[in-house]
């Protein structure tokens, strides 16, 4: 099954096992983080280009970074409420854009998770 597979994708998995493997709670949130931002902005490109598969895929790809985020929420946390608010909007624009495409409403997802885990790092996006 492996041989069928795009080798980008081949590659981009084995390095998501290897950073998953032994990390701890915050590098895999920053791993989900960056996962949501990459898979919104393949998907994107993807559009742009005209090829479906690879939206879908990426799009796939989000909705499961966003799952694996909704679901290490402590919801009693200062921020756990406004954490699920996020994720649950950022879930509804990802999916509606499995029928209707919204590059923009995309955009400013992929935008509002790069500060959000340039401000868990402590480092600046940059413009």
Known sequence: MLLRCD??????????????????SRQLVDLCLEQ???SVGRAIHASGRGDNGAKSAALTRAIAALTALQMGVDADAP???ALLQLYASARTTILDSVLAF???GLTQIRQD???IRMAM???????
């Not at 390095?15 to 990390?23: E, K, P, Y």
């Not at 790092?121 to 413009?127: E, F, I």
């Open 7 to 24: 080798p980008s994708e081949a590659y981009r998995r084995v390095d998501f096992d290897a950073r998953v493997s032994g990390a701890t």
């Open 121 to 127: 790092l402590g480092t600046t996006p940059v413009s």
């Open 113 to 115: 998770f790069i500060e």
């Open 36 to 38: 949501v931002a990459g």
């Open 79 to 81: 921020t756990g409420q």
């Open 102 to 104: 919204n590059p923009a």
